[in-house]
């Protein structure tokens, strides 16, 4: 079922952004129609506190005798210009209402015996069919009795009115904002994306065409586009890498499968006039087997073989592996090649036991005695002895290996050195590539140091190594040491 069409990155950024500006402008809205309204109001009730101020300060405080406040009570009313919203009256206890005219209406307001009559400071809020009013009492009081009532009271109609017009012009004002900020935001946020659209169009091109050697983003800060694109052209560097070790191991196994096979063939069509033909056929299909066994092995390195980790006692393993790989010097899994597999010189002390390949170097091992790795066993024997190999293929008659074991820190280092003729520094980083064998293509097929490494990676470890050409070579196999 297909689904819905998404919106591009663009307009739902800004998308998000019109939310946000239109969930501040509300907020702004609030506030300041909460703060509009405030403000009014309080401007309303110090209107009415000032005219009941004044009242108190003027005719009522010349009152000496009750019967005086009536007549004082109009005189300063007669006197007083009040709008035509608002109405102040005055109701002597026992007397009549004294009111001003010309503006609010007394007899219009809800309760009005009980607003003339109120004996204490009260704040009202009334409503009326001209609108809602506001209204304060208070007492007037002589002697501490109370001798009449003062009620001012203004229409708050027009204060209701400034405030919607208020409001409305902020609602009208935002709304032109919004709109032109969802504008300013999707021109530069078009603007922002251009990299990414660019990136884009082009990953499509690299996808159809097929060519990894392309690279994507254009020159320009590293902001985060720039990271982006960086990352993308590691990763396709990576892939790019990866298909040409691909395509060159396929090349290089289908070589190295051929060769035998072709010997092979060759010898079993002389197997009937010649009896050591079918031997020799042997022989190649054993090889064969080993490259087979090898190719096997690496791959399910590469899938995360697990390996046993446990307390190794690293002399046996070295000394194990040295009587190997010289019983076997043109053991499978021998290393990378002349300039791959030679060796640095040793230590000059001679060590505990020594031995020597027909046609080898001569070599002594040096281990520090009840040193434990943690380490898978059998595979161990198997990286040392694939190291000692390389060493004995490639270091020459005359020269000297030594393998010495230590402790530093947190790890133990098994260090596989000769005096051979050293390796080139251009071909050290391809030292454990798989089927590379430097400028020597005789021996092996080139695996021994890439399984070395598979194999010691998968223990926790590393390989490293170090070679000065005239000097030799030293392979050191760095694990980790038990608590």
């Not at 434990?372 to 190999?389: E, K, M």
């Not at 223990?459 to 760095?478: L, N, P």
Request: hydrophobic share 45%; net charge negative; no cysteine.
């Amino acid at each position: 079922m297909p689904g819905r069409p998404s919106l591009s990155l663009a307009v739902r950024l800004s998308g998000t952004t019109a939310m946000v500006v239109a969930a501040a402008l509300l907020a702004v809205f609030g506030l300041t129609a909460q703060i509009a309204r405030q403000h009014l109001a309080t401007a309303l009730d110090e209107r009415l506190r000032a005219s009941v101020d004044s009242f108190r300060a003027g005719p009522a405080g010349r009152v000496s005798v009750p019967e005086q406040l009536p007549a004082e009570a109009t005189r300063w009313l007669s006197a007083q210009a009040f709008a035509s919203d608002e109405v102040v009256a005055v109701h002597p206890v026992g007397g009549d209402v004294v009111s001003s005219t010309g503006g609010l209406d007394l007899g219009d307001l809800p309760h009005p015996d009980e607003l003339l009559n109120a004996d204490r400071t009260r704040w009202w809020d009334l409503s009326t069919r001209a609108g809602p009013v506001r209204a304060l009492t208070v007492p007037l009081l002589l002697g501490g009795h109370r001798i009449g009532t003062l009620v001012a009271a203004v229409s708050r109609a027009p204060v209701d009115a400034t405030l919607r017009a208020l409001l409305s012009a902020i609602a009208w004002a935002s709304a032109v904002g919004l709109v032109f900020a969802t504008l300013l935001a999707f021109a530069a946020v078009r603007r922002t994306l251009g990299p990414l659209l660019r990136m884009s169009r082009q990953v499509d091109e690299i996808q159809s065409s097929g060519d990894l050697a392309r690279r994507v983003g254009p020159a320009g800060p590293r902001d985060e586009v720039g990271r982006l694109a960086e990352g993308f052209n590691r990763l396709l560097a990576r892939l790019d890498d990866a298909f040409r070790s691909q395509r060159r191991f396929v090349s290089d196994a289908a070589h190295e499968l051929r060769t035998p096979l072709t010997v092979a063939r060759g010898q079993i069509e002389l197997a009937p006039d010649d009896p050591d033909a079918l031997a020799a056929a042997v022989v190649e299909l054993d090889r064969m087997g080993r490259i087979v066994e090898e190719l096997l092995l690496l791959a399910r390195l590469d899938e995360g073989l697990p390996l046993r980790r446990e307390p190794v006692e690293v002399e046996l393993v070295v000394e194990e592996a040295l009587l190997r790989g010289l019983r076997l010097p043109g053991a499978a899994g021998a290393g990378a090649g002349a300039p791959s597999g030679d060796a640095a010189p040793g230590p000059d002390a001679g060590a505990p036991s020594g031995a020597a390949a027909p046609g080898g170097p001569r070599a002594w091992v040096d281990a520090e005695p009840g040193l434990l790795a943690l380490a898978d066993p059998d595979r161990l024997l198997q990286v040392v002895s694939n190291l000692v190999v390389n060493a004995v293929q490639h270091a020459g008659a005359q020269a000297r290996l030594t393998i010495t074991t230590r402790r530093t820190g947190a790890e133990v280092v098994i260090e596989v050195a000769d005096t051979g003729p050293g390796i080139p520094a251009a071909h050290l980083p391809h030292l454990f590539d798989r089927f590379y064998r430097g400028t020597n293509r005789g021996g092996g097929a080139g695996l021994g140091l890439a399984i070395a490494d598979s194999l010691t990676q998968a223990m926790s470890g590393r390989i490293a190594v170090r070679s000065t050409v005239g000097e030799g070579t030293a392979f050191m196999v760095h694990l980790p040491a038990p608590d």
